[in-house]
């Protein structure tokens, strides 16, 4: 049996296993290699980290765990986990193996949902954008397009003011935000563009425009959006875990949720969705983890 299982192999999981390693506990983590951020050049805001291709930040941190042989990675999807009347967590993989732990650490993040128009996907991680903490320096004060309705596209068009004034909302149909928002939208020099945008076109992955149903287009630089996010995996819902309105889990303190034993870091529980407090996060959880199973060793 482990001590812990770690279902995700991003910042927060790796984070977490390299503490449970230093505290002695034997650790699982398994991952299914889609982090959210594949498609990104680089990631920033990370102390000492500021630019790093994700990949190979990935890959520093799995070779610094190399050195803890309590740590096992494996490169595999957890297909189901449950909690057993014990309160272990018996967990199985898609090999169909099957393995059981103390505790439980789920930390496989959220997918974006990209909206399906066509050259979305393919400029997505080099000139469009969810997050102006992670990308907005490098378009600040270019022409940039949020793509969004409602209060979250009116929310990121504010958000984005500290980046660029050259700002233009296109809300694909209606903004489904009244006319106070829209009036301080324009207070700002925001414009709103309601009409269907039918593609995206740029070269060598740099958004050159939007390009609107009527056929005229807008000229931006980059795009930045906000359309939801699921979860990567079923896992935390399977267990019953509870889930705010951005659609990730509902955690406390340290990042324990619901379940005792059972714990969700990373982008999968917060709002605030950097590599910097996922791999936070990932070391909280594993200081309680830790202090949990001590606990339970000492009774």
């Known amino acids: 049996m482990y001590d812990v299982i770690v279902v995700g192999a991003g910042p927060a999981g790796l984070s977490a296993a390299l503490i449970l390693g230093r505290s002695l506990r034997r650790v699982l983590v398994c991952d299914s290699g889609t982090p959210r951020n594949a498609a990104s050049r680089a990631m920033h805001g990370y102390l000492t980290r500021d630019g790093i291709p994700p990949h190979e930040f990935l890959r520093v941190a799995r070779e610094q765990l190399k050195e803890y042989d309590c740590v096992e990675l ?127 076109e740029g070269t060598n992955g740099i958004l050159e425009r939007v390009v609107f149903d009527a056929g005229d287009s807008l000229p931006r630089r980059a795009l930045f959006f906000t359309t939801g996010q699921t979860q990567r995996s079923q896992l935390a819902i399977g267990l019953g875990c509870e889930f705010n309105d951005k659609g990730t889990v509902r955690t406390g303190r340290y990042e324990s949720t619901h379940l005792p034993g059972l714990y969700v870091a990373g982008d999968a529980s917060r709002a605030v969705q950097w590599v910097v407090v996922a791999a936070a996060e990932g070391a909280e959880a594993a200081f309680a983890i830790n202090t949990d199973l001590l606990k339970e060793d000492l009774e």
């Open 74 to 200: 494996r490169d595999v999807e957890v297909t189901s986990a449950q909690c057993q009347a014990d309160s272990r967590f018996h967990v199985t993989l898609a090999t169909d193996e099957e393995f059981e732990s103390r505790k439980l650490l789920i930390a496989t993040g959220v997918v974006d949902t990209l909206p399906e128009i066509p050259g979305f996907e393919d400029l997505f991680g080099s000139s469009v954008f969810h997050c102006p903490y992670c990308d907005g320096w490098e378009v600040r004060d270019q022409p940039l397009a949020i793509y969004g309705r409602s209060a979250r596209g009116y929310g990121l068009s504010l958000e984005l003011t500290g980046w660029s004034r050259d700002l233009v909302l296109c809300t694909d149909g209606p903004s489904e935000i009244d006319a106070d928002g829209l009036a301080r939208l324009a207070r700002h020099g925001i414009r709103v563009r309601e009409d269907r945008v039918t593609r995206l």
